[in-house]
């Protein structure tokens, strides 16, 4: 049997592993025993919830939820910012009615059966705590790293506080029988790890991490990306006026004599650079070569410049002679470093000259700063 958690346990569990918390007026007096007749408690998990909605303190701590049920509607709130709110700390309105089946698993901390009505149910709302997550659970909106750091925390502190592992800990679609489908949605990041879906799996994974470590403990992170700021894109589409010879056995670089778009202004006067950086771009490159023997074969790679001096080659893709003229389209995807610029060359392999009739350069390109 586990008493719910004092005022005085609920500041100190929190406080010892690391949630940055606010106490809202009033918490420690809120809550629907007196309405209901029915005490909080004895407590045996945790039931996580996103709001599907935004800033819904008010309602959780004051409203209700659209008249038909009164608050509070759980015992925290976690807004995206990470700082949790202390909301209420006798019974409240979240759980609604628990199968059997999932609530004795909780009671066991074994794996969690799909909700079952047949199996019976329990008042949610007598035996665990609750917390609503910020989140609008239309599975685009995105738990923040911060508010994903203090939900492991928070139900660390509680499993930790009544000596329970990540077993007690639930989603109120594990414990539902009126379809429930929350808490749900991508996850910024956590500790060494990037965007991933929020599943309970994962989010018990890592409070019993938490649990195995001393209250004080936070997980490694990765070194933080560096903000990189993209604008754009912008378009570039150029091409030939005419066509032109392309003797074998030498590298030569495209001069495009026609420019339909260049809204970056980046096109070189001698008509071979495209682009200079820091830039990202994509695109792509239309060939269209005459006199090229089925079989042979024209090299095309793209080439990175600093003023007149070559510094990197890219890889090589391979253009094959055809029947009735040679078509193939190119695909030109780089990031391009501040003060390189970028060029695109070709290799004729055959033993004779041929003719480059067409050659189309289309991408679209962002500015990096
Ligand atoms: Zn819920």
Redesign the pocket.
Known sequence: MANPMTPAQWRAALKAEGVPFTELDGWTARGRDAATGKIFGPVNGVLN?HTAGRDSLRAIAYDGQNGTLPPPLAHAYLPKSGRLVLVADGRAN?AGLAALNSFNAILAEKAIPKPSKASGTVDGNDRLYGIETENLGDGNDTYTRAQYDTWVRFNAAICRHHGWTAGSAAG?LETSVEG?I?PRGPVEGYGKRGRFALTMKQLRADIDERLAHPASWSPAQSTPQQEVTLTGPSYINLGLTHGYQLAPGSWDEIGFTEEWSDELGQHSTSGEVFAVGPVRFTGTLSLRLEGLPVGDVVQVRMSEWEGSTQKALHPIHEVIGTEGGTYSVVPLLKRLPAGRSMRVRLLNLSAGGIEVASAVLTALIWKES
């Open positions: 919830h979240h109120h429930k929350d």
